[in-house]
């Protein structure tokens, strides 16, 4: 029952649509099924980790750690995202660390069976490649706004580029702790952005969800207008 669920998602990846059933089961059936619980590690910077992972639900975090244990957030994995393409196309070391910031479960795809599928639709690869271009892309927007953007400016940026009709769901994990490693800062620093932001009449938070009360405000502290 399992193996058919996977198969109908496997099918749904723009990078495996084409492949006929037999492939599909094959993978399908090397697949190996994990939970992970919150602040589990599914694997360390540095491992040699062959897998690719699809994650069926939770919430993840990649990230980077220092000497003094400071964190920062590289990105959140969202359920139905895949990650990991790194381990499938070059035998190196992984370059972060991930951690289920929930309970996660997560299909391993094993390297043997995605080089199986690669080698008979080279195809596929190209389009992984593509994924882990995006990605790239993603990784270089976060170390130039790192570098040139205030806090105010990341926090504003990141509240527009999450929210839905102005509105930003907090999940258990959506701490201040949390965001605080994702903008590459400490948690009073991002406390006292987010009290001059209410205060502006910007945003309003409480447990459940952050509303922007003010986008053209919000667009103006982030620095977004006219890029």
């Known amino acids: 029952m399992k193996n058919a669920l996977l198969i109908k998602r496997l099918q749904s990846f723009e990078f495996l649509q084409g492949l006929d059933q037999d492939t599909l089961e094959n993978l399908a059936a090397n697949a ?3 939970v992970f619980s919150p602040n589990a590690v599914i694997f360390w910077e540095g491992d040699n980790e062959s897998n690719l992972y ?12 220092s000497t003094d244990g400071r964190e920062q957030v590289l990105r959140f ?8 393409e790194i381990g499938v196309l070059a035998k190196r070391p992984n370059p ?3 951690v289920a910031l929930e309970e996660s479960g997560i299909w391993l795809l094993p390297r043997h069976a ?3 599928v690669i080698l008979a639709r080279p195809q596929t690869a190209l389009q992984i490649i593509e994924n882990m271009a995006d990605k790239i892309i993603g990784l270089v927007t976060l170390a130039a706004d790192l570098s040139l953007k205030t806090v ?9 580029d999450q929210a839905v ?5 907090r999940r258990r994990w959506t701490n201040q702790t949390e965001l605080a ?18 205060k502006a009449g910007l945003i309003e938070m409480d447990k459940h969800e952050i509303r922007i009360l003010d986008r053209e405000g919000l667009l103006e502290r982030g620095m977004i207008r006219g890029e």
């Open 181 to 198: 490693a994702h903008l590459g800062t400490v948690p009073d620093v991002l406390s006292r952005v987010i009290r001059e932001m209410t």
């Open 165 to 169: 009709d102005d509105v930003i769901e």
């Open 32 to 34: 190996v099924w994990k």
């Open 114 to 116: 995605m080089e199986e």
């Open 96 to 98: 972060a660390t991930a």
């Open 152 to 160: 105010e400016a990341r926090f504003a940026k990141l509240l527009l």
């Open 77 to 84: 994995i969202n359920a139905g995202e895949m990650f990991n």
């Open 54 to 65: 699809y994650l069926q639900y939770g919430s993840l975090k990649i990230l980077k750690s």
